[in-house]
């Protein structure tokens, strides 16, 4: 289990570290079920109550056929990874007698490589130790080897033999396997290949194709564009003809379900914020510090019914990165107002600074819910966000509700469970998924969707209304905080809200942007702001000064390289 280093400085990571985060090339991935892309969007129920963001999944049926194939076909047994012969699996059982011992080696052999049913992976995974689960899983679902520390036992491999599915890749495909890609997928492709031949061509064309990834302008015609010119630039043959394939893909249609799955969109916000969280930001963590100290004071003036009512609010929704705050662990295990205070005044990583953000709306719909009773009065720096999410942010979210259910979130970002998952952070516990929450619906697009989707940006829970509660929150308390930093707030507002899975780095930009009129001196009217232009690249004006920008690019580039990597991993 990876901690999280409880570093207080904002010194972005050591390059050695990236290094080690970069993913090795997955010289096991068979090319039909690379085509990670060609999957469909899925999304899981959302919960009715308007400030949340709730669940529920398919699980695909074993095949009888595959399952014989494991549990009686030695001659059909898959081979094993790369690099290690079948023959030399190490004994991972305790046998009675040889031929006992012989055959649990076979059974475990035939079962490398082959698909589990995502319920019983999941339930194994669920039972891991410290040491890790008894079976190495990768990101498809697919069994990679059995751990050397654990006693396999027989139950156990008929339990998988019964569990084998066909590949998700092979069975969840909704168009053929020459479907064009999403522009994103294809610009992140195109980026692969540039960077496997240095030379001032390929390095001029590679900056193009990064500042064109971050940017807000990004769109199909935009890459399109830039594929024209690499086309007429790039020397080599070979790298020629694939970009001329990448041009004729572009100019194809794509269905709205592949816009929304936005791989490589989710994993560059997915990486960044991870890294956020690792290696916080000083200012960041000075904000949250500041808004800690005024959410116990907002707290303490109200009566002990919102109190009660935000620990259960928590309790119910228990995230998985929970675990790694000591004081988030300690409150929940005794609530009391003395162990809530020690919790709000410890920002000492960035697990502990979006305690506070995530602390700070949960109370913030503890009020809503007691006011909604009639217990206290509303509020007015709550009436007005109140009215702000009722009048237009709510109109703004994804009309779907997902089938599926039991899909759990466990490690950070706003992945798709058929998406590897390659954040740095291993979180010890689980919970809620909400990035499975909502589901986009094409003939019933919200204008924000429309826009983000058309500008290739993830669409997780549509505009956030959790942004605007924080913020109303944050101009309350500004009032008796005066040197609490706003924009290092909306850093921390959006890295917490992506680290949770319950939105995209767009959705939270759109909601501070359009919240903006709710506190401007003329009182401007809220809503869409047509200037609003998005894109990645506003992420670094959450930056408070040039400094500040210039460490969030750095760590946009950083967070790109992954990217890629991953896709050589992943998908090349």
């Known amino acids: 289990m990876n901690r999280i280093p409880s570093k207080t400085t904002g010194a972005v990571p050591p390059a050695s570290n990236d290094a080690a985060a970069t993913p090795r090339a997955n010289a096991t991935t068979s090319a039909p079920e690379r085509r990670l892309l060609s999957l469909p969007f899925f999304g899981r129920l959302a919960r009715p109550a308007p400030h949340s963001t709730g669940n529920a999944p398919h699980v695909p049926q074993p095949r009888s056929d595959i399952r014989a194939r494991a549990a009686k076909s030695p001659d059909q047994s898959v081979s094993p990874p790369k690099g290690r012969p079948s023959t030399s699996a190490p004994s991972l059982f305790t046998a009675a007698d040889t031929a006992r011992s012989a055959e649990m080696e076979e059974r475990l052999d035939r079962l490398r490589g082959l698909t589990i049913d995502p319920k019983v992976a999941n339930d194994i995974l669920a039972h891991a130790d410290n040491a890790g689960g008894p079976v190495l899983f990768d990101g498809f679902g697919r069994i990679e080897d059995f751990s050397p520390l654990h006693q396999i036992q027989p139950a156990l491999v008929s339990k998988l033999e019964n569990a084998v599915i066909e590949p998700l890749t092979s069975t969840n495909a909704r168009g053929p396997r020459d479907a064009p890609r999403a522009e994103r997928d294809i610009l992140v492709r195109a980026m692969h290949l540039l960077g496997m031949e240095h030379n001032p061509v390929n390095q001029a064309l590679l900056d193009d194709a990064k500042k064109l990834f971050l940017s807000g302008s990004f769109s199909r015609n935009a890459v399109a564009s830039f594929l024209e010119n690499a086309v007429a630039r790039v020397d080599d043959v070979l790298l020629h003809d694939q970009f001329t394939k990448l041009a004729t893909e572009i100019a194809k249609p794509v269905t709205v379900p592949q816009l929304a799955d936005n791989l490589y969109g989710r994993t560059f916000e997915s990486l960044l914020v991870d890294d956020l969280v690792r290696w916080p930001p000083n200012g960041m963590l000075r904000a949250t510090r500041e808004l800690g100290r005024g959410v116990v004071e907002t707290l303490r003036s109200y009566p002990p019914a919102v109190f009660h009512e935000m620990v259960d609010i928590l309790r119910n929704d228990v995230r998985p990165w929970f675990g790694l705050s000591p ?170 809200l992506v680290f949770n899975g319950g939105h995209s780095t767009e959705e939270v930009l759109f909601a501070l942007d359009a919240t903006k009129g709710l506190y401007a001196p003329a009182r401007i009217e809220p809503g869409w702001a047509s200037g609003f232009r998005g894109g990645y690249e506003a992420i670094a004006e959450l930056g408070g000064t040039e400094a500040d920008k210039r460490m969030l690019r750095d760590r946009m580039d950083t967070a790109l390289k992954r990217t890629i990597a991953y896709h050589a991993k992943y998908a090349a």
């Open 327 to 496: 004081s988030m662990a300690r409150f929940l295990a005794h609530p009391s107002m003395s162990t809530f205070e020690a919790s709000m005044s410890d920002t000492s990583s960035g697990i502990e600074a979006i305690k506070v953000i995530n602390v700070a709306q949960r109370m913030v719909l503890a009020i809503h819910n007691v006011s909604e009773r009639g217990e206290i009065d509303r509020p007015g720096w709550y009436q007005r966000c109140f009215d702000f999410y009722s009048d237009f942010l709510s109109s703004q979210k994804p009309g779907g509700k997902s089938q599926l259910s039991g899909v759990f979130a466990r490690n950070p970002g706003n992945w798709l469970h058929y998406q590897p998952n390659a954040a740095s952070t291993r979180n010890p516990w689980q919970g809620t998924s909400w990035t499975h929450s909502r589901v986009v619906t094409p003939d019933r697009l919200s204008l924000f969707e429309q826009d983000a989707l058309a500008r290739g940006q993830p669409i997780v829970n549509g505009a956030s209304g959790q942004t605007g509660m924080v913020v109303s929150l944050a101009h309350h308390v500004g009032q008796t905080h005066p040197n609490m930093s706003h924009r290092d707030l909306h850093l921390a507002i959006m890295t917490c």
